[in-house]
């Protein structure tokens, strides 16, 4: 099957069939391929070429133009094919942001002109790759080597701001300016000696207080460029905490942008559950709950928001659901992109009923977590018993039956 798209739709992945216009105006010496390497991208979004011909038959999957997460469930996403082809975009795409961002960060040292382009190119193909399978592509930017740490984390941490600003339903060009806040975020870490930045071990408040200057410096870098005010303030913000116990300017809660709230959040997320010289890396579930309990440092209606676009919950929190039930969170092992509950309350009735188990993932659509709940609000202020009773598969509603007739 063969379809126009506008250049701006094209991702990689798809098969190009024909480029419209003059020839003398086409970048390729080829008029039919497969876009495997976002500087194919960089290169047609950047020529006078308006629209292309796509064979959907020949692209990998079913590449289309980019639609919203809800939008696939035509598609079975769990077929080994799929994945497989999932997999191979996502490997690619990860490959090719890490490699442009090297790039970028190498031409900024020497004083060179960033080309936004190509950038705009990154978080497309950053977009369409989460479209097709958010959490292959996640788990893949989870993967980093130390030595190009700094790269990796500044794609992961780009790619999960693009997430999260779909989740929150922010506008295309929102969305574009939070993954071009995340690409550059820690961008002042190439003025910070590599010493510092690789050390195996806790850092002297000397390399503290040098380390410290990287939001001003890459702001700084950022200013000489010709890239947007949003982006900059992530960059310069996102050590900020809502407490005020942040830096460089200690700023509190509504002081702090939106931007640079969800770059906290992305920061530390992707730092946490990466791989350093002096740590492990935490499962997703463990971050999330680590961060969840950390008071003051973010903001606790985005955390949430985050906890969602990546699926991810603390084990045993109590979340309120669309139809109207509560249920405790659990633990899904290796499955972490699919959450599994227990739905044990009915919050119309304000009664317990038999636990039944539920797992919500990007194709089961029919249910969806609302919030995080208070128990008290709910009158369960035995809370604590009772979640242990829920995780232990034990159904409360029986004990409770049994205790009332003793
Ligand atoms: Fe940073």
């Not at 011909?53 to 289309?64: C, F, M, Q, T, Y």
């Not at 890239?227 to 005020?244: K, N, Q, S, T, Y």
């Not at 559950?273 to 961060?291: D, E, G, L, Q």
């Not at 249920?327 to 499955?335: L, S, T």
């Amino acid at each position: 099957m063969l379809k126009r798209i506008p250049v701006s739709d094209v991702t990689v992945g798809m098969y190009v069939q024909s480029i419209d216009g003059p020839w003398l105006e086409q970048p390729f010496w080829r008029s039919r391929f497969l876009i495997t390497r976002v500087e194919q991208l960089a290169k047609l979004r950047s020529s006078k070429v308006s629209s292309v011909v796509i064979n959907l038959d020949r692209s990998l999957g079913a590449a289309k133009p980019c639609t919203r997460f809800r939008t696939r469930k035509a598609i079975d996403p769990h077929s080994a094919q799929r994945r497989a082809q999932d997999l191979i975009v996502a490997k690619a795409v990860a490959a090719d942001a890490r490699r442009f961002m090297k790039n970028v960060f190498d031409r900024v040292r020497t004083g060179k002109k960033i080309d936004l382009a190509e950038l705009d190119a990154v978080i497309a193909s950053i977009t369409h790759a989460l479209v097709r399978n958010r959490s292959m592509l996640l788990g893949i930017m989870r993967l980093k080597t130390s030595d190009t740490y700094t790269y990796f984390h500044s794609v992961a941490v780009g790619t999960l701001m693009i997430n999260f600003a779909r989740e929150l339903g922010l506008a295309e060009d929102q969305v574009r300016l939070m993954g071009l806040g995340g690409l550059f975020h820690d961008l002042g870490k190439i003025e910070i000696s590599k010493a510092i930045l690789n050390k195996p071990g806790r850092l002297t408040p000397g390399e503290f207080d040098e380390m410290r200057q990287h939001p001003v410096l890459g702001h700084d870098l950022l200013m000489a460029e010709d890239v947007p005010p949003l982006a900059r303030d992530v960059c310069l913000h996102h050590h900020e905490r809502i407490d005020g116990g942040g830096y460089p300017q200690g700023l509190v809660g509504g002081e702090i942008s939106l931007a640079a709230r969800m770059g906290a959040i992305c920061d530390v997320y992707d730092a946490l559950t990466s791989n350093r010289p002096y740590k492990r890396a935490s499962s997703p579930v463990a971050a999330i709950a680590a961060m969840y309990s950390w008071e003051g440092h973010f903001d606790p209606k985005l955390m949430f928001t985050f906890m969602k676009s990546i699926a991810v919950f603390p084990i045993g929190m109590l979340v309120r659901l669309r139809s109207g039930h509560l249920a405790v969170v659990r633990d899904n092992g290796r499955r972490a992109s699919r959450a599994r509950l227990t739905v044990f309350y009915d919050i119309s009735t304000r009664r317990l009923v038999s636990p039944r188990e539920l797992i919500l993932s990007v194709t089961n659509v029919s249910e969806l977590i609302v919030e995080a709940a208070d128990p008290s609000a709910f009158g369960l202020d035995d809370w604590t018993d009772l979640r242990g009773q829920l995780l232990s598969g034990i159904d409360p509603t029986l004990r409770r039956k049994g205790m009332g007739a003793n």
